[in-house]
Each structure stands twice: as C-alpha cells, then as structure tokens.
T-cell receptor, first 113, second 115 residues
Framework: KNQVEQSPQSLIILEGKNCTLQ??????????LRWYKQDTGRGPVSLTI?????NTKSNGRYTATLDADTKQSSLHITASQLSDSASYIC????????????FGTGTRLQVTL | DTGVSQDPRHKITKRGQNVTFRCDPI?????LYWYRQTLGQGPEFLTY????????KSRLLSDRFSAERPKGSFSTLEIQRTEQGDSAMYLC?????????????FGDGTRLSIL
C-alpha cells in the first residue's frame, strides 16, 4: 500500500530558529515529491516539487531534500518567522497514475516569540 | 489570475439534506481535482476531470456523491442525503497541462458541517 509518513507530528520552535521536517514514503513507482504549506482554514500552497533526479530544491527560506534510494525527504526551514506557523504536508506522486497523489498527515509547526 | 475559488466557504446543514459546492479553477487549467480533508489529516483524493471528462473516481466517492464539469470550466460536487461522516473540508485544485510535475493549485475549501 502506498503510504507517506511524516515526523514529527507537531513541533514548537522559537522565532529565528531553524527546523527540519521529515517525510518517508513507500509509493512506487515514484514520479515526484511535493511539499505543501497549509495555513489553518486555507488550502495547501505548493512549496517545492522534486523529481527522481533532484536531490535538493530551495524556495526562499525553505529547502527540500530528496533521497530516492532510501525514499526519504526533508524540509528545512531557516530563520523561522511567525508566519511559518502552519501544517507542512509531504505529497508523493506515483508514475503511471495520472491523478493520484498520496498525502501525508502533515507536521504542525508553531513558531513562537 | 485570481486563483482557485470555492463557494460557499462554509455550509451547515441537517443530516439527510442535499448540498452542492462549486469550484472555479484557474482559467485555462484543464485539470480539476476534488479532495476531502478531515481534521488532522491530509487531503484524500475524490475525483478528477480533464476538461469536461471525469477520468477517475475514488472508492471514497459513494453513490451519494456526484461531480460534474459540464463545460470544462467550473465544477460542482453534490452530496445527497448527507450523513454525519460527510463533515469535512472539501478542497478543489486545478493544474495546467498533463505533465506529471505540474503543481496543483488549491482553493481554500468548503467546510461542511452536518448537524
């Protein structure tokens, strides 16, 4: 069964600190991996999309890494801001299935003063 | 580009009633998706359209659920004879083209509460 597991489930950090969120997946065959940010009561917003051949991709203070051999990804947030408080969802798309994305349950990040 | 728009944002109804949600995708996006999200969970795929054709439906989409995209632009999702378990956020997303790496752009969802 295709699954995406994220850790930690929730995280509290001080403003200005860095943090790393983890994603492990079993989706196969693999096409790409996406990280989304979802604010409370809003729809998810795409941060990065990485294909098999990409090891790292940055979007501002967000840097995602992918190890397709171990089926692991991480999202690193640098110099966190209060506005980073949100759920971060890891999503994996398999190949050969045009529509299906497998979503993780997300990591709930809270940035405090 | 005004993004994906969903209407209404909130819907409260009694069990057994029918409800209909609307989604307006980003213009010229030919793919449109419906998802359901419950509290603390990631979105679950319900169905998707390429233009006006409904190409795939999840097993989650029971006979009480129906989706349409009659002219390949906006889409509606109808739930008949609503049940308590239908309470969730219903998200719509759209994407451009057919490439595997096209990002899906999500609306802010319709939150359905069944009394």
């Amino acid at each position: 069964k295709n699954q995406v597991e994220q850790s930690p489930q929730s995280l509290i950090i001080l403003e200005g600190k860095n943090c790393t969120l983890q994603c492990n997946y079993t989706v196969s065959p693999f096409s790409n991996l996406r990280w989304y940010k979802q604010d409370t009561g809003r729809g998810p917003v795409s941060l990065t999309i990485m294909t098999f051949s990409e090891n790292t991709k940055s979007n501002g203070r967000y840097t995602a890494t992918l190890d397709a051999d171990t089926k692991q990804s991480s999202l690193h947030i640098t110099a966190s801001q209060l506005s980073d408080s949100a759920s971060y969802i890891c999503v994996v798309r398999g190949s050969g299935t045009a529509s299906k994305l497998t979503f993780g349950t997300g990591t709930r990040l809270q940035v405090t003063l | 580009d005004t993004g994906v728009s969903q209407d209404p944002r909130h819907k409260i109804t009694k069990r057994g009633q029918n409800v209909t949600f609307r989604c307006d995708p980003i213009s010229e996006h030919n793919r449109l998706y419906w998802y359901r999200q419950t509290l603390g969970q990631g979105p679950e795929f319900l169905t998707y359209f390429q233009n006006e054709a409904q190409l795939e439906k999840s097993r989650l989409l029971s006979d009480r659920f129906s989706a349409e995209r009659p002219k390949g632009s906006f889409s509606t999702l109808e739930i008949q004879r609503t049940e308590q378990g239908d309470s969730a956020m219903y998200l719509c997303a759209s994407s451009e083209g057919t490439g595997a790496s096209q990002p899906q752009h999500f609306g802010d969802g319709t939150r359905l509460s069944i009394l």
